[in-house]
């Protein structure tokens, strides 16, 4: 039910011969379509001939029949699905981006926030560089074709290209004859690589390998470039210190829980938060209940180990993604009911705990609050998956400041009786190690949490960076941030 929104999903497929690669590329997207709900697309790569489709919407609407079979065959193709943390939901800032070049073509699709893009853009600008889009995934794209110029290949002049680059980004490049994978030296963004009957698969989370029939073979290492091409599948370093600090939120809410991060179960990982949740915040209650869809396995987690029984007390709309935000607070006040629904025989007369992953806001938990209640509920216990959101975050998600984060004004029992919760516990933040055990050198980033960025942070790093009306760019004005209205 959580409206915090991370960049996109990315989806790559090359195959020993011409066939409907398209096709499957859009299973695999409808299988991350989670990831992002704003725009999608799909390039194809028949024989060195780009072929390239994206618009505005979801991937069953936009990737129709018709589309797919206008992209027409080929032995390689690229497929992202966005949700964009820079740069608006201008349809300009769909991928992939695709390029023309003096060397060839090229197609590229990123997921992540690259944290110094304001600063490579005004340098590249101040070179003659032209922009179209507000994204920063168009900046890859310049400094990997600048670099292609002077280099004998394109995977040297994507190892060149993103040493500029500090921050997050899971890559996949498309040229004539290589498909080539990219992950961060703090691997902050899941990718994973997989294998079929004749060829591979990259994709974003396991579960869309699981969509197309892929054999899972492994995650992709931090710093480490995956080449694609005749030859097969080639690993190469993109050189400098790696230091893996995983995104510790993929676990609590962005991935599907069917997935595999970097050998971690994030169903496994979402039960164990409820089980220490049951413990840090012990309640007298008669039911457990998920929000869906990112609390219900948490829920699961608390009520095994807590003995109260778990139960459906919230029915969630299928039919309405996550992107459903009214414009006018009159209508928003009615999103939640369209979304959401109580079961009023589990929850009526019962004292209940309510799980649910983040806080962001804390408008949207209250109005989930005030329909059980209004279902009868006698008490709700508010329990969450995440410690309190107190920084802004530089890597993917759309947390750019804290100006609208409610822990960052009240404490959790002021928050509690805004909510109109009976209480609330937050996930301890010193158990989030215990949430995904990552092997020892592996430590996840939850610097939304406590505020020590793996990285360097640079000023100005709004979500709409790019987008500034003239008048005010000085200014850094950015879009909104965080949830959708939590």
């Known amino acids: 039910m959580s409206g915090i929104h991370e960049e996109c999903g990315v989806f790559g497929v090359v195959c020993g011969r011409r066939q409907n690669v398209a096709d499957t590329v859009f299973y695999g997207l409808y299988a991350l379509q989670h990831r992002g709900q704003e725009s999608c697309g799909i390039a194809v790569n028949d024989d060195g001939y780009l072929r390239c489709y994206k618009q505005a919407g979801l991937v069953g609407e936009v990737l129709s029949p018709p589309v797919r079979a206008a992209l027409g065959e080929g032995n390689m193709a690229v497929g ?22 003096k060397n060839g073509r090229m197609a590229l699709v990123h997921n992540g926030n690259i944290a110094n893009a304001r600063q490579l853009r005004a340098e590249l600008e101040e070179k003659g560089a032209i922009f179209h889009t507000a994204s920063d995934t168009e900046i890859i794209a310049y400094l990997i074709t600048r670099e292609r110029l002077k280099s004998d290949c394109i995977e040297e002049a994507v190892r060149r290209a993103v040493r500029r680059l500090q921050g997050a980004y899971s890559l996949i490049v498309m040229s004539p004859t290589k498909l080539i994978a990219v992950r961060d030296p703090h691997a902050f963004r899941p990718l994973c690589c997989g294998k079929t009957e004749d060829g591979y698969i990259v994709a974003s989370e396991s579960c869309a390998l699981d969509a197309v029939g892929a054999a899972f073979v492994r995650d992709i290492r931090a710093g480490e470039m995956l080449v694609f091409d005749r030859k097969g599948p080639r690993s190469l370093t993109l050189g400098g210190k790696c230091r893996p600090t995983p995104c510790i939120f993929e676990y609590i809410y962005f991935a599907r829980p069917d997935s595999v991060l970097d050998g971690i179960s994030v169903h496994e990982a979402r ?58 607070s009159s209508l928003r006040e009615n999103a939640v009911r369209i979304k959401l629904n109580a079961v009023k025989s589990a929850v009526a007369g019962k004292r209940v705990v309510l799980i649910d992953d983040s806080i962001v806001r804390g408008t949207t938990i209250g109005r989930i609050v005030r329909l059980l209640k209004e279902a009868g509920a006698k008490q709700v216990h508010l329990r969450v998956t995440a410690p309190p959101f107190l920084f802004p975050c530089h890597y993917g998600t759309d947390i750019d400041s804290k100006e609208n984060l409610i822990a960052c004004k009240y404490s959790a029992e002021e928050i509690a009786k805004i909510a109109g919760a009976d209480s609330l516990g937050y996930f301890p933040l010193g158990k989030l190690n215990r949430l995904a055990p990552f092997p020892r050198g592996v430590r996840a980033c939850r610097a939304c949490f406590d505020g020590k960025y793996p990285t360097r942070v640079f000023e100005g790093g709004k979500r709409d960076k790019f987008e500034q009306k003239l008048g005010m760019f000085s200014g850094g004005q950015g879009g909104n941030t965080a949830k959708e209205e939590q």
């Open 80 to 101: 992202h699905v966005r949700y964009g943390t820079t740069g608006g939901s201008d349809v300009r800032n769909a991928q992939p981006i695709m390029v023309n070049h």
């Open 271 to 328: 039960k164990r938060a409820g089980a220490i949740l049951a413990k840090a915040y012990p309640v007298q209650a008669d039911v457990v209940v998920g929000v869906p869809d990112s609390g219900i396995d948490a829920a699961l987690g608390y009520a095994q180990a807590s003995h109260i029984p778990y139960g459906v007390g919230l029915v969630k709309n299928k039919y309405i993604g996550r992107t459903f935000i009214e414009p006018a």
